[in-house]
C-alpha cells in the first residue's frame, strides 16, 4: 500500500515529462520556421497581390494555429498541411 504515493508521482512525472518533451518539440519546430518577412524573401513567387501562397502546392488557403494567447502563431497550408511560417 505504501507504494501507491511513488507510483502515482511516477505516473505524474512520466506525464509532465511528455509535456515537457512536447512543448519543446514544438518550440524547436516554431524556431525552425522562417518569419514572414523571411518566408516572401526566400518564396517571392508565393507572394501574391492577394496574399500569400503555399510554396509547396501554390493554394492561397492558410490558416494559423495560434499557440499561445501571447498571439504566436503557425501559418498552415489548408490544403496541403504544410507549415509555411510562424508569427
Ligand atoms: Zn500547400
Request: hydrophobic share 35%; glycine share 4%.
Amino acid at each position: 500500500m505504501e507504494y501507491i504515493p511513488v507510483i502515482v508521482l511516477l505516473f505524474i512525472g512520466v506525464i509532465a515529462a511528455k509535456n515537457i518533451s512536447d512543448y519543446l518539440a514544438l518550440q524547436r519546430h516554431y524556431n525552425a520556421l522562417p518569419t514572414l518577412d523571411e518566408y516572401r524573401e526566400e518564396f517571392p513567387d508565393c507572394q501574391t497581390p492577394r496574399g500569400i501562397r503555399c510554396c509547396e502546392c501554390n493554394s492561397s488557403s492558410i490558416w494559423q494555429r495560434k499557440l499561445n494567447r501571447a498571439g504566436r502563431a503557425i501559418f498552415e497550408c489548408r490544403h496541403c498541411g504544410t507549415d509555411l511560417y510562424r508569427r
